[in-house]
């Protein structure tokens, strides 16, 4: 019974020393980055959530994209912690995980969308169609079902940390069904800086039926 | 082990010097100064079930069955009398997920308390106690046709309190073995307020909208009718025990009125209203049995 007894005296000893450094001193200063590049690609919007696709043919009312701003340099991402472990998992406490936080030397001053091709008869080729656009981040950021306005994509990105990684992302949605066969965005974003990044969507194909 | 025996021998010297105590400081002949009964059986709910119209009316979608009891029921009631004229009775019910979430507090008053068989008081009582709402996002699924017209995935059901507090006259009767209690009151009661969201995004399209459900507390008047009768089927000095059954009843026209916000694509596009729901009747009825001891 007595060595019953020790024996867990001497795991409760090993286990809490493996909890009480639960507490790492991570150097919290952010890595900065620059805005410098675009990306943007096709969204399939017509189901319950959005999801990026390959595919350049959307439904008249479902017309969305992804937009990624991030440094030319390339994405950034923290190391996440790695699976080296089978069956009961190594106590994180024992060694520090600390996250790479990064913070951009910029925030979107502004969003500017512009229409290639006519949208309806009352939207011409060439229209800027910002307002007929809403937004949703595509990060953690994103609560509730709804989008939001384009003014508060871009003012969320003030005094932004990015923990994931140095890409600043969101979705953009078409508010009004496409009359058209086709149809292409120019997507001009103003950043703090002044400078202006911009490119052009793929070409879509409406699918009426 | 031994610690914990120690600790449990503790606890029944301890019980047993306060009934020690309890039965001394009954000086006076009652037929109880303090009562553990515990007692199991049903609860019926109905409602008038009426069409949802242009709005949704969270009255339909109580949770119901159509055979047997709707929800059971594991009562556990103390009563105290601290003297002639006052009794105390907390119950505290357990339904099938054996929490104890609903309480009543009764409080009686017999303003002449005497050796007659029958005695007459008042009684008030304060009572909350939960039940299910379910499904309710059924109103959209058959409304919002062209939409998903509900974009969480899970069942929906969330325990809604009814709260209240009653007034009446009580009739207590004792006679040999028997004895057994009559009450009527009147009351108000109401829904404690909740909170719900209903999320939608159209079919193969962007358009996306929210619906945000805030109930208000609306208060109802309603009419309770209780009885309840024991047979004692064994004493000891002070001590006695047996059975009980009582049922109760509950009539009331209420309604859950809220107000509904309507966000489109953003939360910036907001349509507030105020939704008054017709009043439909409740009922409730319970039924129950079991065991007593009195000291």
């Known amino acids: ?209 | 082990m031994a610690g914990i025996r120690c600790h449990l021998f503790g606890l029944l010297m301890l019980l047993q010097s306060f009934f020690a105590f309890w039965s001394n400081a009954q000086s006076s002949e009652m037929v109880e100064k303090f009562r553990f009964s515990i007692t199991a059986g049903g609860r019926y709910i109905n409602r008038d079930s009426m069409p949802d119209a242009g709005n949704l009316d969270f009255m339909n979608y109580l949770y119901g069955q159509n055979f047997g009891a709707d929800y059971g029921l594991l009562s556990l009631n103390f009563r105290m009398a601290p003297t002639e004229k006052i009794e105390f009775s907390a119950t505290a019910v357990l339904l099938s997920d054996l929490i104890p979430n609903q309480l009543n507090i009764d409080v009686r008053y017999k303003p002449a308390p005497n050796d007659n068989p029958v005695t007459w008081g008042m009684i008030g009582s304060f009572y909350i106690y939960p039940q299910y709402l379910e499904n309710y996002n059924s109103f959209h699924l058959f409304r919002d046709t062209g939409f998903i017209a509900d974009l969480d995935p899970n069942f929906r059901q969330i325990s809604v309190y009814d709260i209240g507090i009653a007034l009446g006259p009580t009739l207590n009767f004792s006679k040999g073995r028997f004895h057994g209690e009559i009450n009527f009151s009147l009351g108000i009661s109401g829904f404690v307020p909740f909170d719900e969201r209903i999320s939608q995004k159209k079919k193969d399209a962007n358009l996306r909208r929210e619906y945000h459900y805030e109930t208000h507390y609306s208060p109802a008047l309603f009419f309770r009718p209780e009885a309840e009768a024991g047979i004692r089927l064994m004493s000891f000095g002070k001590t006695s025990g047996g059975i009980i059954i009582k049922a109760g009843g509950m009539w009331s026209e209420r309604s859950i009125n809220y107000k509904r916000t309507t966000y489109t694509w953003t939360t910036e596009d907001a349509i507030t209203n105020e939704i008054k729901i017709e009043k439909q009747w409740y009922h409730k009825f319970e039924i129950e049995g079991g065991f007593y001891l009195a000291f």
Do not use: H
């Open chain 1, 1 to 209: 019974m007595r060595i019953f007894k020790k024996a867990i005296l001497i795991l409760a000893i090993f286990f809490i020393l493996r909890i009480i450094p639960g507490c790492c001193d991570c150097d919290e200063s952010t890595i900065p980055f620059n805005f410098n590049s675009i990306d943007i690609i096709n969204l399939d919007n017509s189901g319950e959530w959005a999801v990026t696709t390959n595919s350049d043919t959307m439904k008249p009312g479902a017309v969305a994209f992804e937009v990624a701003l991030f440094d030319s340099l390339g994405y950034f991402y923290a190391a996440g912690p790695s699976l080296n472990s089978i069956g009961f998992g190594q106590a994180k406490a024992m060694r520090c995980d600390c996250s790479m936080p990064f913070s951009a030397n910029q925030s979107l001053k502004s969003i500017r969308i512009t229409s290639l091709y006519a949208l309806t008869p009352e939207i011409d080729a060439g229209s800027e169609v910002s307002g007929y656009f809403v937004g949703r981040p595509t990060n953690n950021s994103s609560t509730g079902a709804l989008y939001t306005s384009l003014e508060s994509i871009c003012g969320q990105t003030i005094g932004k940390t990015y923990y994931d990684s140095g890409v600043e992302s969101f979705g953009l949605f078409l508010t009004v069904p496409v009359e058209n066969d086709c149809a292409r965005f120019a997507v001009s974003i103003k950043l703090s800086d002044n400078t202006i990044l911009t490119d052009t969507t793929r070409l879509i194909f409406i699918q009426n039926k």
